[in-house]
């Protein structure tokens, strides 16, 4: 076993999905799987886009947050804000245990 640090490092959580985290040296870079709608693409095969980069990993997961709650209409800006804060909740929940 090698005590070198491999140069890109990962961080998956059902809870964050479709998105992970990888992570080197320098920075936090949030990602999310993305399965083309099989009417624009021929492959059809997953592939993974960016979404951001980040300093740490409360930025990082306020991204995902922010990326998750954004992909759906809402009625009120109560709704929305308040499905941000539930999942920034769950977040900070797994961060404190």
Same mark, same amino acid.
């Given at each position: ?10 961080i $998956? /959580?059902?809870?964050? %999905?479709?998105?992970? !985290?990888?992570?080197?040296?320098n ?5 999310i =799987?993305? #399965?083309?709608?099989?009417?624009? $693409? /021929?492959?059809g095969? %997953?592939?993974?886009? !960016? ?10 997961? =306020?991204? #995902? ?5 954004n ?5 009120s800006i109560?709704?929305y ?11 900070t ?5």
């Open positions: 076993m090698s005590n070198e640090k491999e140069y890109t490092r990962f $998956t /959580d059902p809870a964050m %999905e479709p998105y992970f !985290i990888s992570m080197d040296d920075c936090m870079t949030v990602n =799987k993305v #399965i083309p709608d099989a009417r624009y $693409t /021929d492959s095969k %997953e592939y993974t886009k !960016i979404v951001g980069h980040y300093s740490n990993l409360g930025s990082a997961l =306020k991204s #995902i947050a922010k990326d998750k709650v992909s759906k209409s809402y009625d109560q709704s804000v308040t499905e941000y804060q539930n999942m920034i909740n769950s977040f929940e797994k961060i404190t245990l």
